[in-house]
């Protein structure tokens, strides 16, 4: 009997699906020796069957023809239906283990546990072992049509598109992937023009947005603003543009921060010819729901900024933002920010200033929308 005869015999007798349920009796942990996926070694014990057959096979064997025996236990297992992929899955994994010398067995066993997982599926499974398989052998059809279906299933048009041509390069007759290909390539030139679209849209933004950088570097170096860090956090409120063009005018995103309250707000829009007085009146209409003490009234309120030499600098409400911003001693910490004070707040406000101009200023304040 020769090795392979050897191996097949032992493959009927104990890897079978046909036969059902052959999986040994396990009644105390001591049993599970006889399962050689769990036991520790191979040893000689006669009772061991299945251990004595795994060392006879490996000492006459080659790599292919186990993988070939496995890969055919997987594919009858396969054949008895839903109830047995779990085992087919099982047989073909241990048959990749193997990595055989043979190119060709190696592609069909990966593909064969593809169909397995595209069945169960396991799309995105199915997918990474048909492009395995094709490692191994780059022609293999099949491989190609799994894919193509997978990527279908999980409505990737294009990937199923290709999948399609570049199979059918090498079965020019293949009927499966000829309806594959039938019934997806409407949805590919859809989703191609959508894409394309998209393309088109970002690639006309990139050069808005190139202008728009240039016009607005021109317009800051003319006016002489200067950008430093953003030392306040204000990144968390994810604005896209540290300023705008709102028609002759500069827009910015402004910070507002509430240090006795340890609170903060954020002004979308600030047109730089509003005044901070406008903003006051639409922000403190009604009484704001952190304001226990109502304090925070349009006409109650001190604004103050952080110079470049870290003072506070009092700003009248009445003032433009674009006079706030042309100042020579203001630094914009990547957006204008500002310090909110009640008036009536005079004992937090001489302790505040001499805190943060000693440089003991600590940003916690709490987000708000």
Not at 56 to 69: C, F, G, K, L
Not at 121 to 145: H, M, T
Not at 323 to 335: E, K, T
């Amino acid at each position: 009997m020769s090795a392979y005869d050897k191996f097949d015999k032992w493959a009927d007798e104990f890897c079978d699906p046909t036969r059902g349920d052959v999986r040994p009796q396990i009644k105390k942990p001591e049993d599970l020796r006889f399962i050689p996926l769990f036991s520790d070694v191979l040893d000689n014990d006669p009772n061991n069957a299945s251990a004595q057959a795994i060392r006879s096979m490996i000492a006459d064997t080659s790599p292919s023809e186990r993988a070939e025996a496995l890969k055919n236990s997987g594919n009858k297992a396969y054949q008895l239906g839903e109830e047995r992929w779990d085992d087919a899955i099982i047989y073909y994994t241990q048959a990749a283990e193997i990595e055989a010398e043979d190119d060709k067995l190696n592609s069909v066993i990966w593909a064969n546990r593809g169909q397995v997982f595209l069945k169960k599926g396991w799309n995105k499974r199915c997918i990474q072992d048909c492009k395995k398989s094709l490692e191994f052998n780059p022609s293999f059809v099949k491989a190609y049509f799994r894919a193509a279906m997978a990527f279908l299933n999980l409505k990737n048009y294009e990937e199923c598109y290709n999948f399609c041509i570049q199979g059918l390069e090498h079965g020019p007759e293949n009927k499966q992937l000829k309806s594959i290909l039938k019934k997806v390539t409407p949805k590919y030139k859809v989703a191609k023009e959508v894409k394309r679209r998209k393309a088109e849209k970002e690639r006309l933004r990139l050069i808005e947005q190139e202008l728009f950088e240039e016009e607005v570097s021109s317009i800051v170096e003319k006016r002489g603003l200067r950008h430093g860090n953003d030392v306040y956090g204000t990144l968390v409120y994810n604005y896209p543009r540290r300023m705008w063009r709102e028609g002759d005018h500069l827009a910015f995103p402004v910070m507002f921060i509430y240090p006795e309250v340890a609170e903060s707000d954020f002004i979308q829009c600030f047109i730089e010819n509003q005044r901070f007085s406008e903003h006051f009146q639409a922000m403190f209409a009604e009484r704001a729901p952190w304001d226990e003490d109502f304090k925070y009234k349009p006409k109650e309120l001190n604004i103050y900024l952080a110079n470049d030499k870290n003072k506070l600098i009092k700003i009248n409400p009445m003032k433009k933002l674009s006079s706030i911003l042309n100042r020579d001693d203001y630094i914009i910490p990547n957006i204008p920010v500002f310090q909110i004070i009640p008036k009536s707040s005079t004992v937090f406000l001489t302790n505040f200033k001499k805190n943060f101009e000693d440089g003991g200023f600590v940003n916690s304040t709490t987000v708000t929308n």
